[in-house]
């Protein structure tokens, strides 16, 4: 009977499977000591070759028998994920109740921001323009905010320094005994 691997795998647990391995093993064990002794080179070659591969199923079996899974171990990873689950559901909760008590503090100025986002701006129209020439575009006024900057980052030094400073914590003196 020829059974396809992905049918064998898909109806058999892994303990029937490892059932089948080990009984597939047994039987060639029983025909390799029902043959005669090799002779030859060739035919001792052989033997040790079968010999070995019977080995290596019988390794597997015993390897996988071992290192069956742990079912307090499966329950110990399917806790960590439903609290892991449990705290990302609890974490969307507190960020929803916080952007509805934002929008509540907010009042009309949240209000009059979603009509501005909704409401469409009005293109400038000129008498005698085409639609095929480009709107016109504002001029663009820049501001060189480097002085404010450079005062920003001065004051930050000196605030830590001063937060280095004040952490410091001065050495006890050594005892001598």
């Not at 996988?64 to 892991?84: L, Q, S």
């Not at 001065?154 to 605030?159: H, I, K, S, T």
């Amino acid at each position: 009977m020829v059974l396809d691997d992905q049918t064998a795998q898909q109806h058999l647990t892994p303990e029937e499977r490892r059932g089948l391995l080990r009984a597939f093993a047994d039987r060639m064990l029983l025909k390799v000591t029902a043959m005669d002794d090799p002779e030859d080179l060739p035919g001792v070659e052989r033997a040790v070759r079968v010999a070995a591969v019977i080995e290596r199923l019988y390794s597997r079996c015993d390897r996988a028998e071992h290192h069956k899974p742990d079912p307090r171990k499966a329950e110990a990873e399917r806790a960590t994920h439903e609290e892991a689950a449990i705290k990302a559901q609890v974490s969307l909760a507190n960020t929803l109740k916080w952007g509805d008590e934002r929008r509540q503090t907010l009042g009309h100025w949240w209000e009059a921001a979603q009509k501005a986002i909704e409401t469409p701006v009005p293109q400038a129209t000129t008498f005698n323009q085409t639609s095929s020439t480009p709107p016109a575009t504002q001029k663009v006024i820049y501001t060189d905010m480097t002085d404010d900057f450079e005062a920003a980052r001065a004051g930050l030094v000196l605030e830590k320094r001063a937060a280095a400073q004040s952490a410091q914590i001065p050495i006890p003196p050594l005892r001598s005994g």
